[in-house]
């Protein structure tokens, strides 16, 4: 286990509710600089709704969560994205009435440490498509397309982690891969990852360690390599 003050994130006990129904068990999870780590489980088991409880989303919560040692156990959203945590939802998150290129620069703020190494022009190196759509809006962009400024919007913030929600959903082989291939990129540039995708023998080769949810608790956590070589992977994944 590394010191405390290694990691960017821990979160303690974490409990979540919709109205009455409880849907987070009591979840341990920490995330150290730099690292990727791997969220699994079946449809319904927890995973967006931990994501969204650790961004503050989710209101009706219980547990310890911090940031940079800090207490965000009852932070709003936009506190911590404001601490470095940025996120690429579901379903993708750009301004449709946006070119391309407000959607960016608008996105930009250097990060906690004054970081600003990744710039309008090196986000455009990486998402070559996104170049030559500059001036067409949001909603004129294709799937795939949408979920590269969306994460090229979350690269301008400089965050220290990222968290991925289904980022390949629905998205063509070619541009699925696209999207692996920068999230590589991401991960060899020293960011943290959180990474929900329903291709989990991708998530594992990608990921240091992974954690697997059935119904709102961690049935199975370790190494990427030890969970995906653990006999009941299978039955939680239901595959
Ligand atoms: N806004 C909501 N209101 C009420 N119940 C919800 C809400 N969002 C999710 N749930 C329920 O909470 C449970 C966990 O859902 P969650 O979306 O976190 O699962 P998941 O593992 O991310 O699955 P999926 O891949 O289907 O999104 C499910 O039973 C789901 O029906």
Redesign the pocket.
Known sequence: MKPSSEFILEASCIHAW??S?H?LHGIDLAIGRGETIGLL????????????TLLGHVTQRDGRITLFGQDTSRARPHEVARLGVAYVP?GRGVFPNLSVRENLIMAARRGRDGRNDWSYGRVLETFPRLKERLSNLGAQLSGGEQQMLSIGRALMTHPDLIIL??ATEGLAPLIVLDIWNVISAIRASGIATLI?D?DYRKVLTQADRALV?QK?QVVLQGNADEVAGSPALADYLGV
């Open positions: 919709y109205g129904s849907v489980g079946r449809n319904g088991m927890g995973k967006s709704t931990l994501i969204r579901e929600d289904e929900v329903r949810l709102g």
